[in-house]
């Protein structure tokens, strides 16, 4: 069983930053794919963002260039740093962890940048 829970999340202006995090459990979180979604109101849940256990990265193009993920196996924790918000990054943004068990969901963080 893994356990997820984000931080990080607020009330910036248009071209702010934010770093949030995920902090999971696990005693093997090294060992997991991990990423980030995003759900705005009324629009389907959207990718954002992977980090693989070995540290690759894969970007949405809404977000590449602008964004980082990252992570800290020595805090079991992720981060997605987010730069030059705009007001269509407005959503929940929800961390995703992949172990052998299977997949594991966060309960979110909301996100809200105003113009």
């Known amino acids: 069983q893994v356990q997820l829970v984000e931080s990080g999340g607020g009330l910036v202006q248009a071209g702010g930053s934010l770093r949030l995090s995920c902090a999971a459990s696990?005693?093997?979180?090294?060992?997991?794919?991990m990423g980030w979604f995003r759900q705005a109101p009324g629009k389907e849940r959207e990718w954002v963002a992977t980090?693989?256990?070995?540290?690759?990265?894969n970007y949405a193009a809404s977000v590449k260039g602008r964004s980082t993920i990252s992570r800290d196996n020595a805090k079991n924790t992720m981060y997605l740093q987010l730069n030059k918000m705009k007001p269509e990054d407005t959503a929940v943004y929800l961390c995703?962890?992949?172990?052998?068990?299977?997949?594991?969901w966060g309960q979110g963080t909301q996100v809200t940048v105003s113009s």
């Open positions: 696990g005693r093997i979180f090294s060992s997991y794919a």
């Open positions: 995703y962890a992949v172990s052998s068990d299977g997949k594991y």
């Open positions: 980090i693989t256990n070995d540290g690759s990265t």
